[in-house]
């Protein structure tokens, strides 16, 4: 349960909020992120003391305090660790932050936290446990809002981790970025890997094809999830799809999909800071797998709990079992 509403409010929250409070064209900066981090920690190390203050015996002496923050403040720097990696290795957005003061900060903060969540432990306030199949019912909605917003917060985060880019295009089709109903023609500089930019709201799942020098007709490569946002004032751009070719030259670009009036353009591949880079190539499946983890964790935790419980004690067992050879 934990880590799961960690993961929520530490990576897809601040992407969709930033998303939805800023213009399409601004970036978001790593300390805007970081700042839902920082809050999110002492919250979080409060509850672990407060836990661990009622499971281990209220008692109001200095070395049981010590007790709970340390604790307390171990389990919150190992789920500061994991934001402050998914930050700096996974989704790199836009600016530099100061990751030791970060990790220093967040200990202090952490501490506190536990300091206040001991107290809570004391006073026995405490939140009533799911019982029954409620824990099932919680893991099942987090594994499906996973799911939901897995996709999303790969897309985010690879915006958020592009570096600068400018379109600058080789040739189109469609409309807006060729002659309509013909195929595009392409003027490409080099060997290498291009990439199909739809422009506007054209779909994100065209079937295009690529002919030319020393290729024959080939289909283009979609991308699972379009990072998007790319472009001016004038005109948005993403990123939907790829191809390569083994030498510069002049190329034919057709694409097809629902919408006839659609325009694509072809352009340089994107650069994407980070794991999230390659995550956009990965199969829908395995991204919703991905996002449905948390909840699956607390479907098992669940179970597993349920099964503890269930046991008798191994003394009761004995008991029993003395009785019946009586």
């Not at 799911?130 to 809002?145: M, N």
């Not at 917003?149 to 600068?164: D, K, M, P, R």
Request: net charge positive.
């Amino acid at each position: 349960m934990w880590l799961a509403a960690w993961i929520a409010m530490t990576v897809p929250a601040p992407l969709v909020f930033f998303e939805g409070s800023h213009r399409w064209e601004e970036h978001q900066n790593v300390s805007t992120a970081l700042w839902w981090t920082m809050g999110a920690l002492p919250v979080l190390a409060a509850v672990v003391a407060a836990r661990w203050t009622r499971y281990t015996g209220r008692r109001r002496t200095c070395s049981a305090l010590l007790a709970a923050t340390v604790a307390a403040t171990l389990i919150s720097g190992v789920f500061l660790g994991l934001s402050v990696a998914v930050y700096r290795w996974v989704i790199p957005l836009d600016g530099a932050a100061d990751w030791w003061g970060v990790l220093s900060t967040g200990v202090l903060l952490a501490a506190g936290g536990a300091a206040v969540g001991h107290l809570i432990g004391l006073a026995g306030v405490r939140p009533g446990r799911p019982a029954g199949r409620h824990g099932y019912l919680i893991g099942g909605a987090v594994a499906v809002l996973g799911v939901l917003f897995a996709q999303l917060a790969v897309q985010l985060g690879a915006e958020g981790s592009t570096s600068q880019y400018d379109v600058i295009g080789y040739g189109g089709v469609g409309p807006n970025a060729g002659v309509p109903g013909e195929p595009g023609t392409l003027r490409l500089p080099a060997a290498g890997r291009y990439a199909i930019l739809a422009v506007g709201p054209a779909p994100r799942n065209p079937d295009c094809r690529v002919a030319g020098v020393g290729l024959a007709d080939r289909s283009a490569e979609l991308v699972t999830i379009p990072p998007g946002d790319y472009g001016s004032d004038a005109a948005s751009y993403a990123w939907v799809a790829w191809f390569d070719v083994p030498d510069s030259g002049t190329y034919s670009l057709t694409c097809r999909s629902y919408d006839e009036a659609a325009s694509y353009l072809v352009g340089e591949v994107p650069h994407i800071k980070g794991a999230v880079g390659a995550l956009i190539h990965w199969p829908s499946a395995a991204i919703w797998l991905l996002g449905a983890v948390p909840g699956l964790l607390i479907i098992a935790a669940r179970y597993a709990n349920r099964r503890k419980l269930a046991e008798p004690p191994t003394g009761s067992r004995r008991t029993a079992t003395g009785a019946r050879s009586r």
